[in-house]
C-alpha cells in the first residue's frame, strides 16, 4: 500500500485506516470493514490471532504469496524443523515455531485472495475500490500467457527455448519476466485447473533437469494446491 | 501476521536494571532452506527476507555467489547494478524519512495524518519515492522483488532511449531531495551521543553502496570482506527470535550514522555542502539525526543516478557466463539499514551446501537496547504510555524493519 504513491492520499481520503502498524501509531479498535492481511500461520499465536482477526472483520483479504500459500518458508513442511532449527539457531530450543507454514485459508475463511510475492498493486487498488464501489472485484484466473500475449510479447520459450511456468501460472503481474526476456518462475501461484504434466516435458527439453524442475514448482507457492504433485 | 516487538523494563531503586528488547518475528529458516538449492537462486529466494530492500538482499547474494565461483563483475553490469541500488536507497530513505519517521518529530502518529496539515510536503515525498521506484521498475523490473536480477549481471538490460526517459523524471526529484535535507535539518533532535563502535563497507573509489573491497571500522583497522565472520559473531539471546552480532565481542552500529561517519569524505561537493548546512561535521554519533544523513544520501543517490544514466552504455551481453565450482564465497552491500553480509559454500554440482546472512537488523540489535535502556533510564519520570512513544522513535531512527512492531511496541515497566 505504501508503494502506491499516486493513490495513497486520494486512498486515504476515502478510507480510515484504523489499524497499520508499520505506517501508523493510531490504532483504532474492531469491528472492521475490510482486513488486509500479509504473512502465513508459523506459530500457534498466529493461529489463535487469526481467528481472533476474522471475527473482527467483515471482509477478510488474504495478500501475498505468504498469506494465500504459505510463502517460501512453507519449504519447512517438506523438511524437519527442527533440522532447521537446528541449523539457523545456536539455541533451537528458544524457537518456538510449528511445525508448517500454511496459509490463512487454512485457518479460516477468507473472502479474496490477492496472489504473488509481491501482490501487484493495481489488483490491491481493485479490490479496495470494488469494495467502495460495492462490487465484485474483477481479478484474472487465467494464465500468465494470457497477459503476454494481450502484451505482444515474443513467446521465451519458443522463440528462445527459455524455461517458462507462463503456462501453468495464474496472471495478475502482467507478464513481467518475460518482458526482460526471463522466464516465469511462477511467483503467482497455479492459475485454475493448470496443466503441469503437459509442461513438464516441455521444460524438459528446454534443458532443465529433473532437480530444477522439482525446484521451480518448490519456491514461493510450494504449499500450495495445484502443482504439487 | 508480521512481526512484533516488545521492551520489558526492570527498573530497582530508580534504576534501570534491565531493558530486553523481544522481537517475536516467527522464524522463517531461509538459511536451511536455501541449502540443496541451485546457486544461481538464492538472489530470487533472498530477496523476499524484505520487502522494502529486496536490491540489497539480490546485490550481497550476486556478490557472495560470483565471488565463490571466482569471477569479478565490473563494467557497464556493475555500473546498472549500482544504479538499481541507488534506486533502492532512492526509495526506501524516501520511505523512512517521510512515511515512517518524520510524522515522529512533527508530532503526528502517521503520514496520512501528516498530510492534511502539509500536504505539499507529504507529495515532495511521494514523487521523491516514486522516482526511486521508477529506477527498480525499469532497471529491476519490480519495484518489490525485482526479476531482472541474476548471478553475473541481468537479464536484459535496458536501452539508452528509455534511460534518457527516467533521466527526466529524476532531474526534480533532485531538487525534492535537497528541498528534504534542509526540511529535516530544522527538526527538533534530542540530545544523545552513542559511543559504539561503527562498521561500514568501503570501496577506496567511490561512496560504498552495491560492493566494497572492504569492511572499515571506527576503532581497528580494515578488513578483508572473507574474515567478516572472524569479527563480527552472531549469539542467541533467549528473549528474541532474532540473533544478536558482535563486532570483536563488542557492541557495533552499522547504517547511515556508520556510512556517514567512515565515508563522508567519499560524498559529492553538493552532498557535503548540504551536510555542512545541516552542521553534521566530521562525525555524526546521534542516531536521532539518522534521517538528516539518510536525506544527504538520498541527494547522493539521486546524483549519482543521473552520473550513472549519462555514462551508461547498454552492457552486451547483460551478463557474464558464472560457471559453478566447489567454493565459498562472501558478498557485501550496505543496504539502506546498513551492512548486509552474505556467505555461501557451493558444491560442484551446482548446489549450495550452507548459507549465512547477516543482516543490518541483527547487528544493530545489541546497540538499540543499549539505547532504549539510555532512553527508559533518562525519563523515568514519564508514564508509560509516553515512554513507550519515545521508545518506538528511538527504534525507529533505526529500522522500520523492526517498526513493522514498534508502532505498537509493547511495553512492561516493572519497578521494584
Known amino acids: 500500500m505504501l508503494d502506491c504513491e499516486d493513490e495513497l492520499l486520494a486512498l486515504a481520503g476515502r478510507v480510515r485506516i484504523a489499524h497499520f502498524l508499520e505506517a501508523s501509531s493510531a490504532v483504532q479498535p474492531g469491528p472492521y470493514d475490510v482486513t488486509l492481511v500479509e504473512g502465513s500461520i508459523t506459530t500457534a499465536a498466529d493461529a489463535e490471532r487469526i481467528r481472533r482477526i476474522r471475527a473482527e472483520s467483515r471482509v477478510l483479504v488474504a495478500i501475498g504469496a505468504c498469506a494465500t500459500a504459505g510463502g517460501i518458508q512453507a519449504l519447512r513442511n517438506f523438511g524437519d524443523v527442527a533440522e532447521f532449527a537446528s541449523v539457523v539457531y545456536a539455541r533451537p530450543d528458544y524457537i518456538e515455531t510449528l511445525a508448517t507454514s500454511t496459509a490463512v485459508a487454512d485457518h479460516v475463511a477468507i473472502d479474496f485472495e490477492l496472489r504473488g510475492c509481491p501482490i501487484d498493486r493495481r489488483q490491491l487498488l481493485e479490490v479496495l475500490t470494488a469494495f467502495l464501489a460495492g462490487r465484485k472485484p474483477d481479478l484474472p484466473d487465467t494464465s500468465v500467457c494470457t497477459e503476454c500475449k494481450r502484451r505482444g510479447l515474443t513467446c521465451v520459450m519458443v522463440a528462445e527455448g527459455t524455461p517458462c511456468l507462463g503456462p501453468v501460472t495464474q496472471a495478475g503481474c502482467g507478464a513481467l519476466c518475460p518482458a526482460y526476456r526471463r522466464g516465469c518462475f511462477g511467483c503467482f501461484g497455479p492459475m485454475a485447473k493448470p496443466n503441469v504434466a503437459a509442461l513438464i516435458p516441455r521444460l524438459r527439453e528446454a534443458g532443465m533437469s529433473e532437480g530444477e524442475v522439482d525446484r521451480v514448482f518448490l519456491t514461493f507457492n510450494a504449499a500450495t494446491k495445484g502443482w504439487s504433485s | ?416
Open chain 2, 1 to 416: 501476521m508480521e512481526g512484533e516487538g516488545a521492551l520489558h523494563v526492570t527498573v530497582r531503586d530508580g534504576v534501570v536494571e534491565r531493558a530486553d528488547l523481544q522481537i517475536y518475528e516467527p522464524p522463517r529458516f531461509f538459511e536451511a532452506l536455501l541449502r540443496g538449492r541451485g546457486y544461481t537462486e538464492p538472489p530470487d529466494i533472498t530477496a523476499r527476507i524484505c520487502g522494502i530492500c529486496p536490491v540489497a538482499y539480490q546485490t550481497s547474494a550476486c556478490n557472495a555467489i560470483e565471488d565463490a565461483c571466482g569471477i569479478q563483475v565490473g563494467g557497464a553490469i556493475r555500473e546498472l547494478r549500482r544504479l538499481l541500488y541507488c534506486g533502492e536507497w532512492i526509495s526506501s530513505h524516501a520511505l523512512h524519512i517521510y512515511l515512517l519517521h518524520a510524522p515522529d518529530f512533527l508530532g503526528y502518529p502517521d503520514v496520512i495524518a501528516l498530510a492534511t496539515d502539509h500536504r505539499d510536503i507529504v507529495e515532495r515525498g511521494l514523487l521523491l519515492k516514486k522516482a526511486g521506484n521508477a529506477i527498480l521498475e525499469l532497471v529491476g523490473g519490480r519495484a518489490i522483488h525485482p526479476i531482472n536480477v541474476r548471478v553475473g549481471g541481468f537479464y536484459s538490460a535496458p536501452g539508452r532511449a528509455r534511460l534518457d526517459r527516467l533521466a527526466e523524471q529524476l532531474r526534480p526529484a533532485l531538487d525534492a531531495a535537497i528541498a528534504t535535507v534542509h526540511w529535516v535539518a530544522g527538526f527538533d533532535f534530542p540530545d544523545l551521543e552513542l559511543e559504539h563502535e561503527l562498521l561500514a563497507v568501503h570501496d577506496p573509489a567511490r561512496y560504498a553502496i552495491e560492493s566494497g573491497t572492504s569492511v572499515r571500522r571506527s576503532a581497528g583497522p580494515n578488513f578483508a570482506v572473507d574474515a567478516f565472520s572472524n569479527h563480527v559473531v552472531e549469539e542467541h539471546v533467549p528473549h528474541s527470535t532474532a540473533l544478536h552480532a558482535g563486532l570483536d565481542g563488542g557492541r557495533y552500529l552499522t547504517g547511515p550514522l556508520a556510512r556517514y561517519t567512515l565515508n563522508h569524505e567519499q560524498l559529492s561537493p553538493l552532498a557535503s555542502g548540504l551536510a555542512a548546512d545541516a552542521e553534521l561535521g566530521e562525525m555524526c554519533r546521534n542516531p536521532f539525526l539518522s534521517i538528516v544523513v539518510r536525506a544527504i544520501e538520498t541527494v547522493y543517490a539521486v546524483e549519482e543516478a543521473l552520473r550513472l544514466i549519462e555514462e551508461y552504455q547498454p552492457p552486451e551481453p547483460s551478463y557474464v557466463a558464472v560457471p559453478a565450482r566447489d567454493g565459498v564465497g562472501h558478498g557485501v552491500s550496505e543496504a539502506p539499514r546498513g551492512l548486509l553480509y552474505h556467505r555461501y559454500g557451493i558444491g560442484s554440482d551446482g548446489l549450495v551446501r550452507s548459507a549465512t546472512i547477516v543482516p543490518p537488523t541483527a547487528q544493530n540489535q545489541a546497540a538499540i537496547e543499549d539505547d532504549l535502556r539510555r532512553i527508559v533510564s533518562a525519563n523515568l519520570h514519564l508514564d508509560d504510555e509516553a515512554l513507550a512513544g519515545l521508545c518506538e522513535r528511538t527504534i525507529r531512527n533505526y529500522d522500520p524493519c523492526i517498526s513493522c512492531s514498534t508502532h505498537f511496541l509493547d511495553l512492561t515497566v516493572e519497578r521494584r
